[in-house]
């Protein structure tokens, strides 16, 4: 997979998606975005959202999203529970053009979800500090893959907890309040201790998918 190493756009504000796709959308959806002014937002950005059994697409099929950001121009999320093992961070950086980090550096990496599949970002804690970060807690922060692996590569510590993730889930005006309303999704307070834990994350996600509880 070739790796995109130019910023997703814009960090700070929101990774809004492609304007044809939001086009799409807004031709498609039988609500587009109405829903969403007729109530007072809430933002749910650092909750989780567990997709249900009434979510088609396939792309989401038992996941456990981190949503990143969340207002009324959209929302970002990042699939948790898709892992593709652990990935070689020298190898990154040689793809980026970048040398300096130590041979058989290595971190688990996951698929974050369909949207620019070419796209690596990175989810780790506030212990790392990176010009275009996005924090999401006062424990959690995430930023582009290519400025972590660069502050691995010019000699920075590395961060305790760290996760590469390629590509995202986002949802244009208004979608993601309209698929709640349709019973795709639970949202309930992240559990930042999971995270970053395989085996907790996939005890938690089993137990959501079996348990009839309401979130």
């Known amino acids: 997979m070739a790796i995109s190493t130019s910023h997703p756009r814009p960090w700070i504000r929101l990774l809004f998606l492609p304007l044809a796709t939001l086009l799409v959308w807004s031709l498609a959806w039988p609500f587009s975005g109405p829903l969403a002014q007729a109530q007072e937002f809430r933002s749910l950005a650092g909750n989780f959202l567990v997709a249900t059994q009434e979510l088609e697409d396939p792309n989401f099929a038992a996941t456990l999203v981190l949503l990143a950001e969340h207002s009324e121009q959209g929302a970002l999320g990042l699939v948790l529970n898709r892992p593709i093992g652990q ?10 053009g970048l040398t300096g980090v130590p041979p058989g550096e290595r971190a688990p990496a996951g698929a974050g979800g369909p949207v620019e599949l070419e796209s690596l970002f990175a989810l780790h804690g506030n212990d790392l500090e990176v010009s275009r970060g996005l924090v999401i807690s006062d424990q959690l922060a995430l930023s582009p893959g ?23 889930s986002g949802w244009g005006p208004g979608q993601l309040e309209w698929e709640m309303t349709q019973g795709s999704w639970h949202h309930l307070p992240a559990d930042l201790s999971v995270v970053f834990d395989p085996a907790k994350l996939d005890a938690l996600v089993a137990r959501l998918n079996t348990e009839n509880i309401e979130l």
Request: hydrophobic residues 50%; negative net charge; proline residues 3%.
């Open 146 to 168: 290519i400025e972590v692996v660069a502050h691995l590569a010019d000699g920075g510590e590395r961060p305790k907890n760290l996760l590469f993730l390629f590509g995202y």
């Open 87 to 96: 990935i070689s961070i020298d190898q990154l950086a040689q793809t980026m």
